[in-house]
């Protein structure tokens, strides 16, 4: 299994530009999350998903939109960049056994807004 | 925000024990606590989980206070390699709803 994977690696976007921040899982999670991180800090929760079809809004979602049309895929999409998004973004899956959950990361987009 | 709290930085001898602590006094009793690392700038990795008893796996053991109410990860012998990021969660909210993650406490492995 690939686990998780995010596409791309590194992006330099200008001010205005728009662009989608690949996310697949290939272990049939029903759960999935995009998180962001800014230097030095923790992560903070963008948007999640709890199934296909299904997505709710996490701590910071202002200027991302987010779909869950297939269970494998988490598509993070930033409609007009701004330089407070430069930040690396995780994508994550997981699923819960009943016994708690344990979740799975991507390794990670570095984004910068210029 | 989330419900833990953690000392910002612990510095650790290699080969020694890390006793990291975490603090969860508004934990319901129905809530596991999870650990979670993140070296350097790679995505956070899950380390180990508990209800109420006292859970060991190949990479750590959690120790969690009978009252539930704070916890401590313990990595027995730990190695250069352990030089990271750890994050103590509890969810903010009951049921199925995301993990949040705090500042956690960066861990120095030295020398």
């Known amino acids: 299994n690939a686990g998780v994977t995010q596409t791309p690696k590194f992006r330099i976007l200008k001010i205005g530009q728009s662009m989608t921040l690949q996310c697949t899982q290939d272990?049939?999670?029903?759960?999935m999350y995009w998180y962001r991180q800014d230097p030095g800090m923790g992560l903070k929760l963008i948007y999640y998903s709890v199934g296909a079809g299904i997505t709710d809004k996490g701590e910071v979602p202002n200027g991302y939109n987010v779909s869950r049309s297939t269970t494998e895929d988490f598509p993070l999409r930033l409609e007009l960049a701004a330089p407070s998004q430069t930040s690396v973004y995780f994508c994550?899956?997981?699923?819960?056994?009943?016994?708690?959950?344990?979740?799975?990361f991507g390794s990670g987009t570095q984004l910068s807004v210029l | 925000d989330a419900k833990t709290t953690q000392p910002p930085s612990m510095d650790c001898a290699e080969g020694r024990a890390a006793n990291l602590p975490c603090n969860h006094s508004t934990i319901s009793g129905n809530e596991y606590v999870y650990w979670y690392r993140q070296i350097h700038s790679q995505g956070p990795q899950y380390i180990i989980h508990g209800l109420k008893n006292n859970e060991t796996n190949e990479m750590a053991s959690l120790i969690i206070t009978e009252d539930r109410k704070s916890s401590t990860l313990i990595l027995p012998h730990a190695t250069l390699r352990d030089t990271a990021v750890y994050y103590c969660?509890?969810?903010?909210?009951?049921?199925?709803?995301?993990?949040?993650f705090g500042k956690g406490t960066r861990l120095s492995v030295i020398a």
């Open positions: 994550a899956s997981s699923y819960n056994t009943g016994g708690g959950e344990k979740l799975f």
């Open positions: 272990m049939n999670h029903n759960y």
């Open positions: 969660i509890v969810r903010v909210q009951s049921g199925n709803t995301p993990l949040v």
